[in-house]
């Protein structure tokens, strides 16, 4: 970031990555403003899934163990044929996500 703090930056939507990019500018010092079209923040879709470079922005931001709390950390992503069904296969994420990558893969459910 520049030296002119005096800067006023617009982040725009409420959802994983505007809270994280204002949380991140104001502690630079920066004047932020959030634009959310929702009344309310709530339940939208069903679930979520954060992958390893999210969650380890959220780390270095000091809100990892906040989303570690609600969070569920998946044992193992498997990746299916499309139109088969045929495994062709899995990623182990609780034992190297966070030895090869520095933080976990992170999903919530409604």
């Known amino acids: 970031m520049g030296s002119d703090q005096t800067t006023e930056f617009v982040v725009v939507g409420g959802g994983i990555g505007g809270p994280s990019c204002t949380l991140a500018l104001a502690r630079e010092g920066y004047s932020v403003r959030v634009l959310e079209r929702t009344a309310e923040f709530r339940e939208v879709g069903a679930g979520i899934q954060m992958a390893l470079n999210a969650s380890r922005v959220l780390a270095e931001l000091g809100m990892l163990n906040s ?29 190297k996500s966070v030895s090869r990558y520095g933080a976990p893969w992170v999903t919530f459910a409604p």
Do not use: N, S
């Open 67 to 95: 989303i570690l709390d609600v969070g569920y950390l998946p044992r193992q992503i498997v990746f299916k044929h499309a139109v088969t069904g045929e495994q062709l296969t899995t990623i182990d994420l609780r034992e």
